[in-house]
C-alpha cells in the first residue's frame, strides 16, 4: 500500500478498516430479484399470464400500450385473491404454490416462487385489483408510488388496500415499467421490437393452453383475439394462419410416464430458422437441449442441412421426474432421465415420419412453393450421389485405387478457363437461351403482364442476372466443358482440368451481383397485381417493422394484412420466378434469427439467401452456351473461387496431377 493511500486511512494505517455490513432495503432486495427475471416488459406479460393461468382463468384479456413500457394490464377471471392475501400476495417470498421442500419437487403450477408480483411492483407503478369468486365486493393493492398527495397510507411504508370495483378475478396493472431503474430502462428497444417480444411470450402459453380464451391489444387497438378452442392444431392456426395448421400431421406417444403428442410439418414445410420448434411440458414452454437434437435427427436427410423442421411438441410428465428449480425464469428443466426424453421423442417422430413417405419428390421442374422446397431435398440427395460418382469416376483413374488429393486451387482466376474456351466463344452469334439458365424474366401468376414492365428494366434486369448477357457462340470446340451428371462442370484449363460446382458458382455470381446492384439503390421491383399474403410469427413480423428499410432495399414491400399476416405489395424483378411468399417468410426468419445484428450482416444473409434460391441448382441440365456463360461470368465475379458460404466453387487437377496418377512420371 503507498503511503498515499494509507494518509487517506488514518485509523488503520496498516489494513483497511473492515467495512460496514449492513442490511439492504426491502425494496432494493426485491429490485435485486427483478434484476433476475424481469428483463424486459415481455417478462412481465410472462409472469402475469402465469399467475392468471395458475388462477384457473377460462378467459384472460392483455392490454398493452408502447411495447408494454408504459402500461401492461393483464385481466383474468380466475379464482381472485380475497382482501385480507392482497398485501401478502406482492410481498416477496409469498405464495399459494408450495409449502414445503417435498412440494419444490413436485410443481404443478407454473409459478411457485412467491417472487414475481414483488419483484415487478418495485420497478413499476403496480396496482392489482381482485375480487374472490362468490364475493360481491373486488379490493385494489395500490403500489406505494401510486398514491396520491394525502391520500391514506401515502406516506407509510404499510401497503394501502382500498375497496373498489370489479368482476370475478384478478386485473393486475404495470406502468412506466423501469422508471425507477434507469439502468434497466436503457435496455429497452424500440415499442415494435419489444411488443414482438410480448407477443412471443402470449403465443408460448397461448399455444399451451388452448382451452383459455384469450385477447391482446396494442395502444387501444386490437391485435389477436383467440377463443377458446378445444384442439392444438385450431390454436396454432390462430397464430400461424390455417395453412399451416392444416398440414401437420399430428402423433402421439405414451410410455413410462411420458406422454408425448406432437404436430409437425412435412419436411418440405421447413424453415430457414429453428424458431418454429416449440416444445412445452406440463403446460410450460421449455428450451432442451436434447429435445432440439432430436428433433433435428428425426428429420435427418430430409430436409437440407440448414433447414429446420416445424415442430410442436406437447409433453406431459409427472412433475417429480424433472426439476424446474434450475433457471431463473423456469425455460430450462432438469430431468432425472433425459436420455429418456431424448429417445422417445426421437422415436415419435421418426416412425411417424417412416410410416408416412414424406421423402420429397425430385423433380427438375424449377417449381417453386412447396415443389421448390421438395425440389431442393431432392437436389441435396442427388448432390451427394453426384459427388459420389464424380470421385469414384476419378479413382478409376488411378489404376492402383490411390486417392487423389486436389486441393481447392486458391489462387485460381478464370484465366486459366479463358484461353482454351477462346477465341471461338469471344463473338456473340446466337443469343444464349436464358430461360433455363436464367430465371425466367417475364412475371407468371398474379402479377403484373410483362408489358407492364418497362423494356429498359428488363434488359437491365436480364443483364444483372449475369448469364443472360451477350455470350459466346455455341460453336465451341466439343468437350471443352462437358457437364456431369447435371451438377458439375469439366473443363479444359491451361494446367489441366477445373470441376466446377455449378450451383456455388452462379451462387457467388447471383451475390456479387445483388450486392453491385445494390449499392447503386434499392432492386429493381415489380408492384403485384393479387398480393399474396403470408402468414407470420410474432418473430417474423417484428423482423419485417424493424428491417422495413432493408426490405425496400431489395425490393420488397410488406404490408399488414390482419394479426398474423403480411401482404407482398412489391416483390423483386430478379427473383421472380421464385415463390414469393416462401422467399418472404424464410427472409423473415432469417432477419429475425440475426436480431440486432449489423446492417453488413443484415443485408449480407438477405443476399446469400436470394442467390442460393435463385442460382441455378445441382441436377439443372445446361445447354453448352450456357455452361459457356457461366464460365465466362467467372472471372468477373470477386471471390469466384467460394459461394457466399464459403465452399469452393471450383476444385483443380492439373496435367501434373494426371500424369502422377498415370505414372508417366
Ligand atoms: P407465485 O406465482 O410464484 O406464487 P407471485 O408473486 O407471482 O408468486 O404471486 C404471489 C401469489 O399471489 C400467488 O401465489 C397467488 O396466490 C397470488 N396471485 C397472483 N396473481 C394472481 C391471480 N391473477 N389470480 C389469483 N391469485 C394470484
Ligand atoms: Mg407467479
Redesign the pocket.
Known sequence: MSPASNSDLPNSPSAPASPVIHRLDPTLVNQIAAGEVIERPASVVK?LL??AI?SGATRIDVAIEEGGVQLIRVADNGCGIGRDDLALAVAPHA?S?IRNTEDLFNIRT????????ASIASISRFRMVSRPAGQDEAFEYVGRSERGAGEAGESSDAPLIRSSAGPVGTTVEVRNLFYNVPARRKFLRQAATEMGHVTEQIARLALAHPAIAFSVSHNGRSARSLPSVSDRRSRIGDFYGPELASCLIPVQRSERDLEIEALFAPPAQSRASSKWQYVFLNGRFITDRRIAYAVREAFRGLMEHDRHAVVFLFLRADPRQFDVNVHPTKLEVRWRDAGLVQSQVLAVLREALLARDLTPAFSLNRATGDGGAAREAGGDDRQRSVRQAVADYLRTIDPTQARIDFAPPPSYALRNVRPSLSPTFATPATPPNDEAIAPPVLPTGPRLPPGDVPPADRDAMISADGLAAPQPAPDSPAGSVIQVHNAYLVAQTDEGIVIIDQHALHERILYEKFRQRLLTGPLESQRLLIPPVVSVSAAQAEAAERQGELLHGLGIELERFGPASLAIQSFPILLSNLDSAAFVRDLLDKLADCGEATAETLVHAALDMMACKAAIKAGDALSQEEMVALLSQRDLTERASNCPHGRPTTLQLTTRDLERQFKRT
Open positions: 409472469e402465469e399467475n395458475d405464495t404454490k407454473l409459478g411457485f416462487r412467491g417472487e414475481a408480483l
